[in-house]
């Protein structure tokens, strides 16, 4: 984490009400007391996301560090598997290459919403402009008092879904304009993490685990890693998850 001092807060309208928000709280609290204490940490790194080729999970029996497949008799060293994700977790984490797309994707889309920003707040000029022009015909009596109804109910609701679109849009232009700024830090953080992870504890390292695996699946010769995409950041909604293989020698 990083101090307080370096944060940075966006506001974001609510999408549900504060009652709804806090029933839901009461209920996840109610749910997470009634829950039973978590067993026993496991000593490796990759326990419980390694499954053999049959579909089976694979386990460490013992003390000898192997994974096994009780059912086919698959195996594989926890040594070995430890290494191969390691490694994929350079491929998993932000590259040069994906930072320079990450921004010029960015970059299009600000200009996108930017220009999204500009057509409707022209619009919205000329709503104004259009309802000024009734309402001053409807006092020099120029028109009746029904068609003035007709016609300006239109302009009111679309000013009122103009409205509610600008402070929307104007935030997810702050968001992405932040974003811009903060890829170099990502881009660092990730190449941080893959080099100080012979470092982390276990505890660290299985925190990370648990967040971006899926899992794993050992076949005879190949040993397939599937990560899950992280939630953030993002520019579409193209996610899904990553899959490598590697050679069991």
């Known amino acids: 984490m990083k101090p307080a001092s370096e944060w940075v807060f966006v506001a974001c309208p609510a999408i549900?009400?504060?009652?709804?928000?806090?029933?839901?709280?009461?209920?996840?609290?109610?749910?997470?007391?009634k829950q039973k204490k978590r067993g026993k940490w496991s000593d490796f790194l990759l326990a419980g996301f390694i499954y053999c080729a049959c579909g089976e999970k694979m386990y460490v029996y013992h003390s000898y560090p192997v994974y096994r497949c009780k059912g086919c008799k698959n195996k594989i060293t926890v040594e070995d598997i430890d290494d191969m994700y390691h490694s994929q977790l350079?491929?998993?984490?932000y590259t040069?290459?994906?930072?320079?797309?990450?921004?010029?994707?960015?970059?299009?889309?600000?200009?996108?919403?930017?220009?999204?920003q500009q057509?409707?707040?022209?619009?919205?000029?000329?709503?104004?402009d259009k309802a000024h022009t009734l309402l001053e015909m409807r006092f020099k009596g120029e028109m009746m008092p029904e068609t003035f109804?007709?016609?300006h109910k239109p302009l009111e609701e679309r000013r009122a879904q103009i409205e509610a679109q600008l402070p929307q849009l104007e935030g997810e232009i702050d968001h992405l304009?932040?974003?811009?700024?903060?890829?170099?830090?990502?881009?660092?953080e990730a190449k941080d993490l893959y080099q100080s992870w012979p470092t982390l504890t276990l505890p660290e390292k299985r925190g990370i685990v648990e967040l971006i695996t899926k899992e794993i699946v050992v076949e005879t010769e190949v040993v397939i890693v599937r990560l899950?995409?992280?939630p953030a950041p993002h520019l579409s909604q193209n996610g899904g998850n990553r899959?490598?293989?590697?050679?069991d020698s």
């Open 90 to 93: 350079k491929a998993f984490l």
């Open 96 to 116: 040069e290459d994906q930072g320079a797309k990450y921004k010029a994707d960015a970059a299009a889309m600000l200009i996108e919403k930017e220009g999204l």
């Open 228 to 230: 899950q995409n992280l």
């Open 119 to 128: 057509t409707l707040s022209q619009e919205l000029k000329v709503v104004n």
């Open 16 to 33: 549900v009400s504060a009652d709804l928000w806090d029933k839901c709280n009461h209920f996840l609290n109610d749910q997470h007391n």
């Open 177 to 188: 304009k932040i974003q811009q700024q903060s890829v170099d830090t990502v881009l660092q």
């Open 149 to 151: 109804v007709e016609y």
């Open 243 to 247: 899959q490598r293989s590697f050679k």
